[in-house]
Structure formats: structure tokens, C-alpha cells
């Protein structure tokens, strides 16, 4: 449910490596997350009837305060194009216009954007990652679990994949026999985030890769 490809800035995964690589873990689907990049959408498509799997049109958005300052991230579901950096209060409007879902992305996380007072922003999104595969310490994940069990709201785990061999270190699991079907069981808070923190050389790895 986050996975970044050569289309994000920080990104160096090709389309079809993704999918071989959740293959290989056994997941039944994912969601590329691009930042504010939708062209990976296309041959997503292709390659999850090609393989049978499922693909989750999504963005990885950076939200803005009314000064254009970055104050956090989100990420858009099952969304029809594109919408880029916007203010919470926009996005809301804009990904539920598509029919889309809007998680919160790793709160609390220290070396990424995140909202000081992720309170703040929770009654415009759907629900909240709360198992992020990226994250270095992982009380984050913890005080994010606490805070979607305590605001009753829908949770996901994504690995945050920026190379291939992180695909699946953390993942989003719903009993659902199609995609319509895990939508609406993930919009219901039907939903477990599972996983565990990817090794910190995948992150140098993309380092020296040039693209981070």
C-alpha cells in the first residue's frame, strides 16, 4: 500500500520489478505511490491482469498549510488522476470527488514530513499507515497504532519501497475476494497492518543509486 517506482524523484524500482518482487512474497496486489507522478499507472495495469494480481491506482501527497509550507504527507487511493501537493482540506475534497481514500502517511516520523499535530489533520483522512517498513524507530509505528485505535479510524501497512527488495516488508491484509470488495472493507476499519522494518541498507543502497 506504499510503494515507490523510477517515476517518484526517490525512487529507482521499475513496474515490473515491483510486481515480480510482491509476487515472490505472496502479496495478492499493490499500490504504487508515486510522488505526484501518475505514469507508472498504465503499465501497472497491464502487468496486474497479465499476473492476475490486483493494482491500486494511488499518490503519495505532500500536504500544505496556507503558507505553501510542507506540513505533512498522505496517501490517495483507488483515485482516477492525479492531484498533487495540496491543503489537507483540499485533498479531502479532491480524492473523495474521485472516489478515492486518503490516508494519513507515517505520523510521527522525525526525517520525513509529518504533521506536528497529526490530531489536527485526522478528521479529513480516511484512516492512518500505521506499520511504515521505513521507519527507524519503530515506536513511531506504535504511537500510530495507539492513535488510530483510540480515534476508532482505519488502518494500512505499507513497506515504502524505494528499490524492489523492500517490496512487502510491510503490507496491508483484508479477507476480500476483489478489489471493490477491499475497498470497502478498508473504508469499514476491516483492515490489519503486518510487517516489520526493512534493513537500513536498502536505504543506502537507493543512496548510492542517485535518486534520494
Known amino acids: ?14 513496474i515490473r520489478g515491483v510486481f515480480e518482487r510482491a509476487e515472490k512474497r505472496g502479496l495478492d496486489g499493490v499500490a504504487i505511490t508515486d510522488h505526484f507522478d501518475t505514469r507508472g499507472w498504465k503499465e501497472a495495469e497491464e502487468i496486474a491482469k497479465e499476473k492476475n ?8 501527497i505532500k500536504v500544505l498549510n496556507e503558507n505553501k509550507k510542507i506540513v505533512g504527507e498522505v496517501l490517495a487511493y483507488f483515485i482516477k488522476r492525479g492531484i498533487g501537493n495540496k491543503t489537507i482540506e483540499e485533498l479531502e475534497r479532491e480524492v473523495h470527488s474521485q472516489g478515492g481514500l486518503l490516508f ?9 514530513p509529518s504533521p506536528k499535530r497529526p490530531k489536527e489533520v485526522l478528521k479529513y483522512v480516511d484512516g492512518i499507515e500505521t506499520i511504515n517498513a521505513r521507519s527507524r524507530v519503530w515506536e513511531i509505528n506504535r504511537r500510530a497504532s495507539r492513535m488510530a485505535k483510540k480515534m476508532n479510524l ?7 519501497a524505494h528499490i524492489p527488495e523492500e ?14 470488495e477491499f475497498k470497502e472493507k478498508l473504508k469499514k476499519g476491516e483492515s490489519k497492518a ?17 535518486r534520494v
Do not use: C, W
Open 1 to 14: 500500500m506504499h510503494i515507490h517506482t523510477e517515476y517518484s524523484y526517490d525512487g529507482v524500482s521499475k
Open 194 to 210: 503486518r510487517g516489520k522494518k526493512t534493513n537500513f541498507f536498502f536505504h543506502y543502497a537507493s543512496q548510492l543509486k542517485g
Open 53 to 60: 494480481m490486483f493494482f491500486i491506482p494511488g499518490e503519495e
Open 154 to 160: 482505519p488502518v494500512v501497512g505499507g513497506s515504502d
Open 104 to 112: 494519513l502517511a507515517h505520523p510521527f516520523a522525525k526525517s520525513r
Open 167 to 180: 517490496v512487502g516488508y510491510a503490507y496491508t491484509e483484508v479477507d476480500a475476494e476483489d478489489l471493490n
